[in-house]
Structure formats: C-alpha cells, structure tokens
C-alpha cells in the first residue's frame, strides 16, 4: 500500500516536533530542507485501485516574532517567492500570538497587517505559479496535528465538491431587515423611520441618491433627512 511522506528539516530538532509526532504514531524522514520546515509528499486516491497525480505541500513555521523579524530584514518576501514558485500548495503557519509579538516591537502594525495579507494574495508569476495560504496556531502541538490530518487527507479519495443548492425563492423580508439593519447606523434615525424611507424609496441605492426633500414620509421630517443624506454623503467620500 502506498503511504505519504512527512519530511522534517533538521532544524526542527530542538522544537521537540519530531518528538510530538513520534508520539502520535506518525512516520517522517528528518532531512536538510532548504527553505521550508515541512515537506509532505501525498498520493491520493483517485479511484479504488488507482491513484492521482502526486501533491507536493511544503509548510513554513514561524512565531509571530520571527514573522515580523524576517519581514522587516525582507526574508519573508523572498521566502514566499521561493515557496510559490517551488510548489503550487505551501503554507505559512504563524505560531503563538502576533498580537503580542507587535506590542513587543516598534514596528508599525499597519507593516505587519498588509505583509500578513500580502501572504495569500500574491502569487508568482513563473515557475509552479502557486499560492501561499496563511494559518495560525496557538503553539507546536496545534502546528504538529496539522500535519499529520494534512497527511492524512491526502490519502483520502479524490472527491467532486458538489456547489451548494441556492433557494429558488428570495427571502425578501430577510433582504429588508438587512437593509433595516444598514440604516440603524445612522445616528438617532431608528427602526420605524427607516422602515418608512425603505417603503417610500424602495432601494438603498435610492436613499443614498436621494435629497432631503425626497425623503421626507410619515414620521420622518427634514431634520432626519439630513441626516440620512449627510451620512450617506460621508460613506461615500470615504
């Protein structure tokens, strides 16, 4: 029978991961990885009897430290360019917390943000033109059962995922409790009055279109139809 192959870099030694997963009965190779941490080689199970295409999942590990460590020096770019063009599936899990990790540095949080989504939104433009997913654990026990369900399922049958059914009737009273919902924001207007606008205007496209004076209806007067007009003006200079 064909079985996966959990690679572990030497480097994971000292982090007692080779030691979690020997407790979890799981088999790995420990090898000299060059820019990675986890390498899984998975064979998956196309039909009974047969099998698929092999996948190649390479999994980065790094503390919310050492993340914004290798940010800020530009080893995170250059490693994420590495892992998307090597393979088409990789992953970097942040262990630990990054919220405490940022109150620990000087660097500028809005830095840490846009590199964090930067990870799973750029992709690379040659080699396997992969894409890098982005996890978070809470410590090396987390991070070493991802690994081995990662494991796991890749032996498992291949599968058609099946698109979810959509309900053939429009819940409309759901689409205006939501719109209700929309106008609650608006300082002082409440739910009766911006039930009215919604009955008068119809959209709330057409509220943000409208004038004062077209809003005005039952129980709403031109002084809170100012304030739907001058709120939906700021929502849309924004």
């Known amino acids: 029978m064909l079985s996966n192959l959990i690679f572990l870099d030497n480097r994971e030694v000292p982090s007692s991961l080779p030691l979690i ?69 990789s992953v970097l899990i942040i262990e630990g917390s990054i919220g405490l990790a940022l109150e620990l540095s000087n660097v500028n949080p809005d830095s840490v943000y846009s590199a964090m989504v930067g990870t799973f939104l750029k992709h690379s433009e040659d080699g396997e033109k992969g894409s890098v997913s982005l996890l978070m654990v809470d410590d090396l026990g987390m991070f070493a059962n991802l690994i081995k369900f990662t494991n796991n399922k890749l032996m498992e049958p291949l599968t058609r995922v099946e698109p979810m059914a959509l309900p053939d009737v429009v819940d409309d009273d759901a689409q205006l ?24 205007m119809g959209s709330l496209k057409a509220i943000a279109n409208a004038t004062p004076e077209q809003l005005l ?8 139809a100012k304030k739907v007009v001058e709120f939906f003006s700021k929502t849309q200079s924004l």
Do not use: N, W
């Open 21 to 89: 997963l020997d407790g979890m009965g799981e088999k790995y190779e420990l090898t000299q990885l060059t820019f990675v941490d986890v390498q899984i080689c998975g064979i998956p199970v196309k039909v009974v009897g047969t099998y698929g295409e092999v996948i190649f999942y390479v999994i980065e590990r790094k503390s919310g430290e050492d993340f914004i460590a290798s940010m800020v020096s530009g080893h995170l770019q250059s490693q994420l360019y590495r892992m998307s063009t090597t393979c088409k599936h």
């Open 217 to 224: 209806c039952e129980g709403v007067g031109l002084t809170s």
């Open 177 to 200: 409790r939501a719109r209700v919902r929309c106008l609650l924001a608006i300082s002082g207007l409440g739910e009766d009055r911006a039930r009215s606008i919604l009955a008068k």
